[in-house]
């Protein structure tokens, strides 16, 4: 496609100015790490010597810390946290992101939702992660809490100017939460922008949402070949929805906004370069994308912008932000 850069400029600018509510499954990343010392004589597994643990935001935690780095702490959250071991770093982490986590309901019954990446090292090689330990409670969060985070959403969503579902299906956004926050950001007409892995087309009248591929083949019933297969899903979703526009990543192959009207818009990936690590560079595209249509921009324009940002973060390891200099240097080599 072609598209004016000067307009992608003045829209990045535009960024910093507006606030963006989050509510959805909150997630720590905790990445330990080690240097490979030697093979255990007790099981054939390595010995790693400890060096360094180093706490990320994940899940929808990494979305609102997308947000945060570029609008300048703009952003606050709603969720549940366990009272454990974690949930300390967890709140720790998201004040040290400047997110304002005063939405975060404490449930003694479910487990911070924890995703400890176990990695290792040895002087001649990269780091390579080992394992993977993920904690989290099975099932929905019980009607005692969702009452309180539906009261946490009437207090705190007339404040944001958007509000992102981030749904991992980890038991946060119940039925009854999804619906509440649509109906009441589209009578204070919010910015309304979903991000969930299936049951696309239950989220009714909202303004955009960002599935990947896969998650649109699931959601749509048919496999996306080509871009008529992206034009037909992109079109399925609209009308289930209702929303405004449909913005589906398609990874290496860039990205396809689907508006009402037959309006197609095919985005190639931009600045390509190594990739490092993608994950969470789904949560990097949904934040800026949200953040810019929060500022008015139009929807191809967000996601080319969000398109950008997720070319920077992919080049780092693990769930990544970037800033404002960032996008705006990379527009500039375009």
Known sequence: MKFNKQIVIDSIKKLADKKV?????????????????????????????????????????NAAHNVSTLNNGKVGVIGVAGDDYHS???????????????????????????????????????????????????????????????????????LYDAVILSNYHIGTLTDKIIKYTIDLA???????????????????????????????EKSVGFEIHNEEDLKLAGDKLLNETGAKAILITCGAD???????????????VFNKSEVFDVTGAGDTVTAVYSLALAAGIDPVYSAII????????????????????????AVEEL
């Open 88 to 158: 300390g770093f967890l709140f720790d982490t998201f004040k040290a992101a400047k997110i304002n986590c005063d939405g975060i309901i404490t449930d003694k019954t479910r487990k911070t939702i924890v995703k400890t990446r176990i990695s290792g090292a040895i002087t001649t090689s990269i780091t390579q992660q080992i394992v993977r330990i993920d904690r989290q409670s099975k099932g929905s969060i019980c009607e005692e809490t969702e009452t309180k985070i539906l009261e946490k959403i009437e207090e705190l969503l007339p």
């Open 21 to 61: 509510l989050i509510i959805g499954d909150l997630a720590l990343d905790e990445m330990i790490y080690g240097d490979a010392e030697r093979i255990s004589r007790e099981a054939p597994v390595l010995i790693l010597q400890h060096t360094k643990t180093k706490h990320i935001l994940g899940g929808a935690s």
């Open 254 to 268: 860039g990205m396809f906004v689907t508006k009402p009207n037959n309006d197609y818009t095919k985005i190639p």
């Open 186 to 216: 589209n009578k204070l007409n919010k910015v309304i922008v979903v991000d969930a892995q299936r049951n696309l087309s239950s989220y009714k009248n909202v303004t955009s949402m960002t599935p990947n591929l896969p998650d649109t």
């Open 306 to 329: 969000g398109n950008v940002a997720a070319s920077i973060v992919v080049r780092q390891y693990g769930c990544a932000t970037t800033t404002i200099n960032e996008l705006l240097s």
